[in-house]
T-cell receptor, first 110, second 115 residues
Framework: KNEVEQSPQNLTAQEGEFITINCSYS?????LHWLQQHPGGGIVSLFM???GKKKHGRLIATINIQEKHSSLHITASHPRDSAVYIC????????????FGKGTHLIIQP | DTGVSQDPRHKITKRGQNVTFRCDPI?????LYWYRQTLGQGPEFLTY????????KSRLLSDRFSAERPKGSFSTLEIQRTEQGDSAMYLC?????????????FGEGSRLTVL
């Protein structure tokens, strides 16, 4: 069983819709990352969270440490938001390599 | 461009050959990571350097894999006696330590195809 589970695996929505992508993890962590990957492989770091909430433009990321859960929200979605969104955690205990979820493939249709 | 750069971007090789990938991190970043990503999956951690010291190695990094960062700047990942299962995208990322500034910066990746 993967230590990081994302849902949904695939999501198709209409332009303008509010998007939520969920990430649950089963181990203690020191930080959680949300990443965006476009076709061709390039990965961009969106957020790094250890508590609370962060906002950047139309993107909002939240984390609940007690419930071991994080969400990524996209407001006023646009076709250019179409990408794979990946949740990754940095485990506690000094380990530094990230453990990744399988990603959520998001398609925003015009 | 001052981002993370990887070379080559694509490599096609025959089974049994050796391949080497290079990663040049952002210059002031002292942490460098290698990840592997197969089709439809999230990346998997391979190894991590702080300066020239290799501090963590995944169980995925078999004896055929070796990574170096001799001067604490660029890094190389070598795969010896390649197998078809090694076909994947090899991603490099760099960061600067500290929880507040630990954002990762990824390269575009090196795609390996083993025939």
């Amino acid at each position: 069983k993967n230590e990081v589970e994302q849902s949904p695996q695939n999501l198709t929505a209409q332009e303008g819709e509010f998007i939520t992508i969920n990430c649950s993890y089963s181990v203690g962590i020191s930080a959680l990352h949300w990443l965006q990957q476009h076709p061709g492989g390039g990965i961009v770091s969106l957020f790094m969270l250890s508590s609370g909430k962060k906002k950047h433009g139309r993107l909002i990321a939240t984390i609940n440490i007690q419930e071991k859960h994080s969400s990524l929200h996209i407001t006023a979605s646009h076709p250019r938001d179409s990408a794979v969104y990946i949740c990754a955690v940095r485990l506690g205990g000094g380990a530094d390599g990230l453990t990744f979820g399988k990603g959520t493939h998001l398609i925003i249709q015009p | 461009d001052t981002g993370v750069s990887q070379d080559p971007r694509h490599k096609i090789t025959k089974r049994g050959q050796n391949v080497t990938f290079r990663c040049d991190p952002i210059s002031e970043h002292n942490r460098l990571y290698w990840y592997r990503q197969t089709l439809g999956q999230g990346p998997e951690f391979l190894t991590y350097f702080q300066n020239e010291a290799q501090l963590e190695k995944s169980r995925l990094l078999s004896d055929r894999f070796s990574a170096e960062r001799p001067k604490g700047s660029f890094s190389t990942l070598e795969i010896q006696r390649t197998e078809q299962g090694d076909s994947a995208m090899y991603l490099c990322a760099s960061s600067f330590p500290g929880l507040a500034t630990g954002e990762l910066f990824f390269g575009e990746g090196s795609r390996l195809t083993v025939l």
